[in-house]
C-alpha cells in the first residue's frame, strides 16, 4: 500500500516517515507540506492511504481531503491529530481513521489497515468536531491528467450547463461537479442568485444595468457585462440582488 505524508512540520514528515519504514506491507509514496501541494502529489503519484494533518495553513487538512475525495479513484484517508477524547468520539462514532500526535507505531498499524474512502457527508460534521470551518476556501475541477485548485476569492460567476458547472474566475473558466445549490448553501455569505442557474460574488459586481429589452442585467468590476443569459437578473430575484449590494 502507497501511502502520502501531509504534514506542514518538517519534523512531523520526518517521524511518520520513520514509523512508515517500521510496518510491513506500506511504501512511502511521498511527502507534502501543505494542502496544495499534496492535491498535486495525490493526482501524479495516486497513493492508496493519505496520511493527512488535520491543522495546517492555507487549506486545512479536512479542505484537502475534501478536494481529495473528488479524484478518479480517491485515497483513503487517515487523519494525524491532537485532539481530545471528545473529538476522537466523533472520528469513531464516523469510522473515520485517525492517528493522535505523538503518533505510536502500533496505532498507525491499525489506522492505515482501517482506512477507508470518506463519505461525501462526512466532511462537515468531522470539520464540526474537530474545530475547523467547514467551508472551502477553494473549489476544485479535477481530469485524470490533473487538479485545478481555483481560489473562492478570484471567483466572479458560478453558471450551471447541464451536468456541469461552470467557475468563471480570473483565469478563465473552469469546470467542477458541485451542484449550484450545494454551492450556494456553502458559500451564501459571497455569493448572490440572479436567476435559477448562476450565483454571483457579490463583491464583484460593479453595478446592474438594463439591456436593450428592458431586462436587468450584471455588470462585472472587471468591466464585464453580458446580456446573454449568464448575467441577467430573473424578476423575482432582483429584489435580493438589490438587497444584498445595499449590504443587507
Known amino acids: 500500500m502507497k501511502v502520502l505524508i501531509v504534514d506542514d512540520e518538517a519534523p512531523a514528515r520526518e517521524r511518520l516517515q520513520q514509523l512508515l519504514e517500521e510496518l510491513d506491507g506500506f511504501t512511502l509514496a511521498g511527502m507534502a507540506g501543505n494542502g496544495k501541494d499534496a492535491l498535486g502529489k495525490a493526482a501524479e503519484l495516486q497513493p492508496d492511504i493519505v496520511l493527512l494533518d488535520i491543522r495546517m495553513p492555507g487549506m486545512n487538512g479536512i479542505e484537502t481531503a475534501h478536494h481529495m475525495n473528488r479524484l478518479p479513484d480517491p485515497p483513503a484517508i487517515v487523519f494525524a491529530t491532537a485532539y481530545d477524547e471528545y473529538a476522537m468520539d466523533a472520528f469513531d462514532a464516523r469510522a473515520i481513521g485517525y492517528v493522535l500526535k505523538p ?9 492505515l489497515e482501517q482506512a ?101 442585467s450584471v455588470v462585472l468590476r472587471d468591466g464585464s457585462h453580458r446580456e446573454d443569459k449568464e448575467l441577467i437578473i430573473s424578476r423575482r430575484h432582483v429584489a435580493e440582488v438589490r438587497r444584498r449590494l445595499k449590504g443587507g
Open 116 to 216: 477507508s474512502k470518506l463519505r461525501a457527508s462526512a466532511f462537515a460534521d468531522l470539520a464540526n468536531a474537530s474545530g475547523v470551518s467547514p467551508k472551502r476556501n477553494h473549489v476544485c475541477a479535477t481530469t485524470r491528467e490533473k487538479i485545478t485548485l481555483v481560489a473562492i476569492s478570484e471567483i466572479n460567476f458560478f453558471h450551471a450547463d447541464q451536468k456541469y458547472v461552470a467557475v468563471h474566475h480570473n483565469d478563465g473558466v473552469s469546470l467542477i461537479d458541485d451542484s449550484l445549490k450545494a454551492l450556494e448553501q456553502e458559500f451564501t455569505d459571497e455569493f448572490v442568485r440572479i436567476h435559477r442557474s448562476a450565483l454571483v460574488a457579490v463583491d464583484k459586481i460593479e453595478c446592474l444595468q438594463k439591456t436593450p429589452d428592458g431586462a436587468l
Open 103 to 111: 503518533v505510536r507505531v502500533a496505532r498507525l498499524k491499525i489506522a
